[in-house]
């Protein structure tokens, strides 16, 4: 059974704490042989990206054959379905519709000295994507890395997903064509974000690594971060619904395991002001977990992190929700509920409002990204989005009459912390002693 | 003597490659012995803060005596004297005006199908920032931390500066007072780092720590990334001057010293077109050096780590610039020129243009931060902004309609991947099978 807490019951505070406090996290001792993999295949290149790749993948070929060619790519993406075909491109469309919303604009003016400032924004040159492979194959995740750098103007996409035995997957292939991906490897793991990071003989090195991947991909991204930029790290999903009691019980326990059945170690909450529908939830999860595909793992996710929580009044528990800091939160009320209580609420990856809203509509085709901070990341952190892929120049340009105005504070201040070359570079052209 | 290049040379590449390639960061093998700071501190809290801070600043205080009180932070404040005061106060104002231009907009639509879609940026909760303490003092960098921040809404900002023998430095408690700083702790390196990223019985816990550092604190941060954000890793200055020969040389070689003279592993380079000239400069800088407080430091930099580059057309220098992708970029020459070439210009952190621009003016009035990429990282990443002090969420609000129209390709994307529930929650609202 998942934890319930009651906000109203005397120790809810101690108790809510612990949940929060639990770590979910897979804690791999990695670290090591991350560190190994990624200074081997830094020192060895190629070399050392093929043995790594037949150990781990069981993929014997040479360096030429870690790309996978155009042809072969066209060939498997032909194979996909017509009505997925549609649905990928549908979900594409939307993703950069969305994303071109959000692309920053360059800030120019002139102020009252006459100095002339600016921040002006530019894509990145190059960027690596990780997808996943082995048993999963998440289409879903190539869009949703790949679109927003197209949307950025990024120039060379490197793809690389392992190809566990060598089986690449038509629909990860067709997702890459329709999102515009320049090059396909076929590799994986710590030693793929090493090869990204610091280029091979022959792969280039990109100048960063977004998207997600098992404990070995994020300890080597964290490692290669500096070298090169990286996204967030991804941790199990999470969902949080907060749902009153003229919903149908069936509905949100689907919501609930949509998340649920992402890994044992995901995370599914419910907050409800009313017991008897809460119960019926729980009911109905036990009961859509006897026909889901994957109820294995959803069930043990359910049992072991799930949760649900009474509240007084769903329009006051913007605290918790903002405690809680979930990847996806479901406001599944009346629109002007949702709406009112959507304002209240700080800490959130993506916010889903209303009863016909599931999350899993954000997973693939509502345009929003799918990338979002979890394990509470959402207190300091968005989404992936098309800043990941520019970055900011700031711009300063000075007349004579503007350095004569501000030069002395300047100065005063280079001064002021004893650098005095800093202070030079004013003095001389003010004509001053310093 | 700073490393020579011609750009027309035979050999150029290879020898840019190597110069490109040379690794500046300190080296230094801290990570073992920050792990066991951070793990001491998340464990035993308070005790173990102030036993590290009595080890290695010599203050020897209980933990209520870390945090500094009000009255002695405005004491001390009140001592700079009237000219150093009045220059911060018009730095923290032209932060502040600079930062607010750059402030993202919230973003949200509905789309032809009903359905609504936003992005909407909320400040951090509390943010902790670094403030180096011992031999250098920077009031300027609490200002470019602190103001961003409070522009940006951050409620809470917690300072710690490290203060040796229990010294503090007036400027930095006037920088603080001025800018807003809610919190003022004496604590610093890895130690103080733990306490912000986990808290204490003393210290509340924040969600995202910026501000420079030694390797200590930079390898404590880069630890507890995922506990809490956190901004770039700052490492060793750089200034890259773009100089006609109609320059001063003795107005460059200031330029080329004010980032030298931060530490011996900074870098300055000069690209010019006129073998004279470069000469006049690099004869500016001998004759500077003589004179220069920091003397020692700033020619050690420019002897190991210096470098003229001599070009044949400086209009077209830009993809050699953006290979350097340095953090302060000067574009000596007369407006028309300086305007082309900035144009030109990809990856640097920030671009000062015209002879009457020195960097400098960027480190304290300009407006512009100056915390800012180094070692390439201008290829991937801006300074810091207000951006780093908000996070954006995601909305999405479907109709029923807009879920009849987009569900059954999410579905046929959530079946193409084999997640059931995901499936389930769609379909259970279209009254359809999954």
């Known amino acids: 059974m998942p934890l319930e807490l009651d906000a109203s019951a005397p120790g809810f505070e101690k108790e809510f704490s612990a949940f929060l406090g639990r770590n979910r996290d897979t804690d791999e001792n ?96 190059s960027v690596g994507v990780y997808v996943p492979g082995g048993t999963a194959a998440y289409p879903s995740s190539v869009l949703m890395n790949v679109v927003p750098a197209k949307v950025a103007g990024v120039k060379r996409i490197a793809m690389v997903v392992p190809t566990p035995d060598g089986v690449l997957n038509p629909l990860v292939m067709l997702a890459a064509e329709i999102a515009g991906a320049d090059e396909i490897w076929r590799i994986g793991g710590a030693q793929a974000v090493a090869a990204l990071a610091y280029g091979t003989e022959t792969i280039g090195p990109v100048d960063k690594i977004t998207g997600p991947g098992n404990a070995f991909v994020a300890a080597a991204k964290r490692r290669v971060f500096g070298q090169v930029g990286i996204d967030l790290i991804a941790g199990p999903s999470e969902i949080l619904v907060v749902a009153d009691r003229h919903n149908d019980p069936a509905w949100i326990a689907a919501d609930l395991l949509s998340q649920a059945e992402h890994d044992a170690s995901s995370q599914s909450v419910l907050i409800a002001d009313d017991k008897e529908f809460a119960r019926a939830v729980g009911r109905a999860v036990e009961s859509e977990l006897k026909v889901l595909p994957r109820a294995g793992i959803a069930g043990a996710s359910w049992r072991d992190n799930g949760a649900i929580i009474l509240v007084p009044d769903l329009g006051a528990s913007a605290p918790i929700v903002d405690r809680i800091a979930a990847e996806h939160v479901e406001l599944a009320m009346e629109p002007a509920a949702a709406d009112a209580l959507c304002r209240e609420i700080r800490h959130a990856g993506a916010i889903f409002l209303g009863r016909h809203t599931p999350e899993a509509i954000g997973d693939y085709v509502a345009g929003t990204n799918h990338v979002l901070p979890t394990s509470r990341a959402a207190r300091f952190s968005g989404g992936l989005g098309v800043a990941d892929f520019l970055k900011r120049t700031s711009i300063v340009s000075c007349t004579p009459d503007a350095l004569a105005e501000l030069g002395p504070a300047a100065l005063a201040l280079a001064e002021a912390e004893g650098l005095g070359a800093h202070g030079r570079s004013i003095a001389i052209r003010l004509n001053r002693r310093s």
């Open 30 to 125: 990695v670290d090591r042989i991350v560190a190994d993999i990624v200074a081997d295949v830094r020192k060895r290149g190629d070399a050392a990206l093929v043995e790594y790749t037949k150990k781990f993948d069981r993929l014997d070929t040479d360096a030429k054959g870690l790309r996978v060619p155009d042809a072969e790519r066209r060939a498997l993406a032909a194979r996909v379905p017509a009505e997925q075909r549609r649905a990928l491109e549908l979900a594409a469309r939307r993703i950069e519709a969305f994303h071109r919303s959000l692309l920053p604009k360059d800030v120019e003016f002139t102020d009252t000295t006459g100095t002339r400032l600016g921040a002006r924004y530019r894509p990145l040159d």
